[in-house]
């Protein structure tokens, strides 16, 4: 709903701009594709983006929220609080939402990694008990003693653990 009324002003706006009736259709779209594909960079997790592609991507998002909230409130037919508040609206809602969904999803990582963290030092380790470790270093001379080369650093190894 937000985006259908954004678009109607963003078009109405092109055409008082004096866009012809192709370029006022083709017009909101430049600036909400923006604001798509800015969401869609903010959405991805931030480990894949460095600091200044993050930067960027939040650079074109609010860029395109300036152009969006600027066309859709010259777009209103009077200047009264009204018909500003409901021309406005859209690209506000939209600049709420991913940043609600942004915070969401960087929340849910943070959470994710916290508990495997954690997980992994609850479960302890599982270690070989003593005679496991000497029968295995055991076999492992055997094996190696079979092919002809004896490994000692490998049996010393493994009974050390």
Known sequence: MA???SYVHQRAFALQGGADVTSAALWPLSVDGLLRLA??????????AGRRARSVVWMAFLLGIGVSLAAN???????????????GWPPVALLFSVELLAHRSSNRERTESWTREQASRLVPKPRPSAP??????????????????ESET????????
Not at 81 to 86: G, S
Not at 154 to 161: C, D, F, N, P
Request: glycine fraction near 6%.
């Open 39 to 48: 969401t869609v960079g903010l959405l991805k997790p931030a480990d894949h």
């Open 132 to 149: 496991e470790a000497k029968r295995d270093g055991i076999a492992a001379s055997q094996r190696d003693s079979r092919s002809g080369r």
């Open 154 to 161: 490998r049996v010393a190894s493994r009974e050390v653990v």
């Open 3 to 5: 985006a259908y009324a």
């Open 73 to 87: 409130v010259a777009a209103a037919p009077d200047l009264a609080w009204k018909p500003v508040l409901v021309a």
